[in-house]
Structures are given as structure tokens and as C-alpha cells.
């Protein structure tokens, strides 16, 4: 089992940047894949970004017009992986849910293990 609690967001105005916090606790972090993903009013939930066990390895979502402007890392030692959000924009807002894949590498699905999520909210 893991468990994960992310922490980070909050109410911003558009052009801000937030960085979320995804801290895991349970078995070996190093294990697992991990990834983002967020879940807007009245929509279903989308991957955002994905990295590998290493972290040398990162992956972002295609359909998501995030490139550039979001970017995935982790710090192993401290068992936590991060997601900087700049230039938010007021399309961004949505729940921010991290996840945990029992495999090395990241892809969209399948994730075993989700936290919470942490709402983000982009004013214009």
C-alpha cells in the first residue's frame, strides 16, 4: 500500500505559478511511477504528467495544453513528487490528484493508488 497526500494548492490569479506537493508514505517510493492528473467541474478526470521511478524519465499529456508550462519532478529521498503550474490559467482550475503505478515507467493508466487531490482555482 501507499498512501499519498498532496498539498500546494489555492486560489491564484491567471499568469501565477503554484508548485503542488505529493507526499507518499507506505512502501518503497522508489518503486513506483508517478503522475498527475485533474479532474475540472462537469468533466472527467485527465492525466497531466507522468515520471519515471528515477525521475530521468517524464511524460505530459498531449491533449492538455500543458506543455511548457507545467513540469513533473520527484526527490526520492524525500519521497514526495512535484508539479510546478506557471502561467496558470483561469482553464487550469480543476482538483490536482497525484497517483502511484506500480511499474517503473509512467504512462496514462492504470495508477493503483491516488491521494485526495488539492483544488486549484485560476481567477481571471
Known amino acids: 500500500q501507499v498512501q499519498l497526500v498532496e498539498s500546494g494548492g489555492g486560489l491564484v490569479q491567471a499568469g501565477d505559478s503554484l508548485r503542488l506537493s505529493c507526499a507518499a508514505s507506505?512502501?518503497?517510493?522508489?518503486?513506483?511511477?508517478m503522475g498527475w492528473f485533474r479532474q475540472a467541474p462537469g468533466k472527467e478526470r485527465e492525466f497531466v504528467a507522468g515520471?519515471?521511478?528515477?525521475?530521468?524519465?517524464?511524460?505530459?499529456a498531449d491533449s492538455v495544453s500543458v506543455k511548457g508550462r507545467f513540469t513533473i519532478s520527484r526527490d526520492n529521498a524525500k519521497n514526495t513528487v512535484y508539479l510546478q503550474l506557471n502561467s496558470l490559467k483561469p482553464e487550469d482550475t480543476a482538483i490536482y490528484y497525484c497517483a502511484a503505478r506500480r511499474r517503473f515507467a509512467p504512462a496514462t493508466s492504470p495508477y493503483e493508488y491516488w491521494g485526495q487531490g488539492t483544488q486549484v482555482t485560476v481567477s481571471s
Open positions: 507506505g512502501r518503497t517510493f522508489s518503486g513506483y511511477a
Open positions: 515520471i519515471n521511478w528515477s525521475g530521468s524519465s517524464t511524460m505530459y
